[in-house]
């Protein structure tokens, strides 16, 4: 086995030894993507020694790049150059999930719960497209990687990297807009609820009113029932008295009368006969 060295993963030579293990173990060897995602991650960050088996070959790194270093070196090298298409679906999957959870959430067929961990896968995507967008190497970098590529070549992967970001951003700005109209009718919807909140308060305080207003009625008409009995009763009563005063006047004349007569009677019978006469011609 061929054993060289190198001072370290970041200098040129090392981003293509960096390179050739990708190569080895996701395409010469067929190994699983995730495991070998964090192999490489580690050798980045504090790998000491490298080895390709397709080339039977072994190098040790002089020192490694630590942390900062080696996730950089990560992302540029492995995510932005090989999983960025993969990222953006990722993205793109998360929207979707988003938009359906929301929908379902909006027909009352899902929980808030749910809704919100629609948002946060969605937020977890938009981060990775963060870290990907944010380690995206610049114009010139392809010229220190890759010194032996033509200038030709290394302008027209220039463009080609220039063409991908503003799909990129216009992808972001669209999902921007999306988020913003999303916001907008939940906007839109809450105003609409609380108008219906609002109407059916005032439409219940109507029936309360109503209801008061039998009450008030019902009174009214006990009242109205009980004035009616009372004038009922005062007219019998006034009949009643005038029967009483009629009656009592009546017995009154009576007995005035049958004084007269008794006193006319007594007259009669103590008067002389010319004093009968002369009543006679009276």
Request: with cysteine; net charge negative.
């Amino acid at each position: 086995m061929n054993q060289k060295t190198i001072s370290n993963l970041g200098t040129p030579s090392g981003r293509r030894l960096y390179q050739d293990l990708w190569h080895d173990l996701i395409i010469e060897q067929r190994s699983a993507v995730i495991p070998s995602l964090l192999r490489l991650l580690r050798t980045a960050i504090s790998g000491a020694e490298v080895r390709i088996v397709s080339k039977d070959a072994s190098f040790n790194i002089g020192h490694p790049l630590g942390l900062r270093h080696g996730f950089r070196l990560f992302m540029e090298e492995i995510v932005v150059r090989h999983y960025f298409n993969n990222v953006q679906a990722l993205v793109y999957f998360g929207a979707v999930l988003l938009l359906v959870f929301l929908g379902l959430r909006f027909a009352g067929l899902l929980s808030e719960e749910v809704a919100l961990i629609g948002i946060g896968i969605e937020a977890c995507m938009l981060l990775i497209l963060f870290l990907v967008l944010f380690y995206s190497p610049e114009d010139n970098h392809h010229e220190i990687v890759e010194l032996e590529v033509p200038e030709a070549a290394a302008t027209s992967d220039d463009e080609d990297a220039r063409d991908v970001i503003r799909e990129v951003l216009d992808e972001i700005e669209d999902i921007g807009g999306t988020y913003a109209t999303l916001g907008m009718k939940m906007e839109q919807l809450a105003r609409t609820q609380e108008e219906s909140i609002r109407e059916l308060a005032q439409r219940v305080a109507a029936i309360q009113g109503l209801n008061l207003l039998e009450s008030h009625a019902e009174r009214l008409e006990t009242t109205n029932t009980l004035l009616s009995q009372l004038t009922a009763a005062i007219d019998g009563m006034n009949q009643r008295i005038d029967m009483m005063f009629g009656k009592e006047l009546e017995y009154h004349v009576r007995r005035e009368m049958e004084r007269m007569l008794r006193h006319g009677a007594n007259g009669a019978e103590g008067a002389t006969p010319m004093q009968q006469r002369e009543g006679a011609e009276q």
